[in-house]
């Protein structure tokens, strides 16, 4: 087995309530996780981001700008039908340099991805 199966992951989500949900889902888990996350309500923050381990990182679609990750999982796609939605959801499924999974609960995908023939990507089904 890989020595680094977990290595260069970073789990992105579209809010810092999500962040807050992943961070207490792992660590119910023991499973350890860095991440991020901001309040602009209070400016409060917290961050346990250490780039040079291969812990996977937890952060929102905008505080992943600028960096890129080996594999890049969107947990919780909701569609983005609206431009605003759709610039940071870009951010994020650019992040990777290798492999994005974009889970989903729906029956199909919903706008952007929707668009994008099915012969590119793999199901579950």
Known sequence: MHKHKFANI?????????????????QNKDI????KWNSKADWNHSSTL?????IPKIMTYHSAKGLQFQTVIIPSYKGAQEEILRKPLYVAMTR???KL???????ELTK????VPQHLYLTNE
């Open 50 to 54: 250490d780039f040079t381990t291969s």
């Open 10 to 26: 970073g789990i992105l989500v579209a809010d810092n309530d999500s962040v807050l949900f992943l961070r207490d889902w792992f």
């Open 96 to 98: 990777t340099f290798r």
């Open 32 to 35: 350890k996780i860095e991440y």
């Open 112 to 115: 952007p991805l929707s668009d």
């Open 101 to 107: 999974y974009v889970l989903y609960h729906e029956q």
